[in-house]
């Protein structure tokens, strides 16, 4: 145990706390957990421990445990609702920080919707949905919460977060206060917004636009009856495996190297569509990693096409050091 504050401190190694878990505790109270297996917070349900897992309670005390991470040398991992994470097997060092405590919604007479970054996307839809409100329809079928859809730029083919973002507000380890981005200063890009290391995002104002509520809730059952029709959505998944290389789509060159229903332990390539990956059982990070290996490998080799993950990977290196 070293008394650093390196992540390396914060594994349990007995009945002594160490001096990061013990400034946690005194600062969370029952809102900090250690060894908690991230397996139970991610839509592939793989992935070993977080040596804590954080649940600040409002904005303060985000900004206290930002704080204590920067004071003590260690980087916070924000966690949303862990639909686009492939966690390592070996889990994750360091805090990770659950912002499900902010849930804040508010609709302004302009059309603006603010929403905290812990918001589901279904409450946010639905909230948009009932005041007549159009422009987040595309979202319906994207699982996750505010913050986990902003740092994504989660979308569509047609419209994606940053069509509709208006500001973004966050909080880095060591900004001191919460920063507040208009769009015009939001450096997005596919499935990503540039963000410093450790930032976490807090709040989001989306730009919306007078609908009937009546055409706006049929515009979103008809996303959601395509995507039943196409996409594996009763089945353990992270969504989309991998970006659509340029004017491809990265489903399409998976079926065509003849990949589907290929399996590794408990996790297989979909049937129904090529860029899902499904889990069952006690499936792995492993298994899934030796999946994204395969396709990887069998595109470049009969395409020439290099795929790049969208999923996200978190955590120790298997065989790195708890
Ligand atoms: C069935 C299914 C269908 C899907 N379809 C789509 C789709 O059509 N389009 C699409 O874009 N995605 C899709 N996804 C992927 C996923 O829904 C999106 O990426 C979504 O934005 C993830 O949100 P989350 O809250 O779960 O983020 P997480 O998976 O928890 O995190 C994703 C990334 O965001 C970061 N993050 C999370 N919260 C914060 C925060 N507050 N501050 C800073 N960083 C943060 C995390 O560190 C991580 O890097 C699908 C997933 C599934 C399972």
């Not at 208006?166 to 900004?175: F, L």
């Not at 998944?237 to 340029?246: A, E, L, Q, Y």
């Not at 399409?252 to 332990?265: F, N, P, V, W, Y």
Request: proline share 6%.
């Amino acid at each position: 145990m070293t008394s650093d504050g390196s992540p390396g401190a914060l594994r349990r190694t007995g009945p002594i706390e160490t001096r990061f878990e013990k400034e946690l505790r005194e600062l969370l109270g029952p809102r900090v957990d250690f060894g908690v297996p991230l397996s139970k917070h991610t839509s592939l349900r793989v992935g070993g421990p977080a040596d804590a897992l954080a649940r600040p309670q409002d904005l303060e005390e985000l900004q206290a445990l930002l704080g204590l991470c920067s004071k003590l040398g260690v980087e916070p991992v924000l966690l949303g609702g862990g639909f686009n994470l492939l966690v390592s097997d070996a889990g994750v060092a360091g805090v990770v920080v659950q912002l499900q405590a902010l849930r804040e919604l508010d609709a302004d007479s302009e059309g603006r919707i603010t929403a905290q970054a812990g918001t589901s996307h279904s409450r946010l839809v639905r909230f948009a949905a009932e005041r007549g409100r159009s422009g987040l329809e595309f979202g319906v079928g994207i699982p996750g919460t505010v913050g986990g859809w902003v740092a994504m730029n989660a979308g569509i083919p047609s419209v994606e977060v940053k069509d509709v973002v208006e500001r973004v507000d966050w909080i880095a380890p060591d900004a001191g206060g919460i920063r507040e981005l208009p769009r015009a200063d939001l450096d997005f890009s596919y499935r990503s917004l540039e963000l410093p290391r450790g930032a976490a995002i807090v709040r989001a104002v989306f730009r919306t636009e007078p609908g009937e509520p009546a055409a706006i809730r049929a515009q979103m059952r008809e996303l959601l009856a395509r995507r039943r029709e196409t996409q594996p959505v009763d089945q353990r998944s992270c969504g989309s495996v991998f970006k659509n290389p340029p004017g491809d789509q990265a489903g399409r060159l998976i079926e065509a190297a003849d990949l589907k229903g290929s399996r590794r332990g408990e996790a297989a390539i979909s049937q129904k569509h090529a860029n899902f990956i499904e889990t069952r059982g006690d499936a792995t990070a492993a298994d899934v990693l030796a999946l994204i290996e395969l396709a990887r490998g069998e595109v470049a080799r009969r395409f020439g096409i290099e795929l790049e993950t969208e999923v996200r990977f978190l955590g120790r290196s298997p065989g790195e050091p708890a």
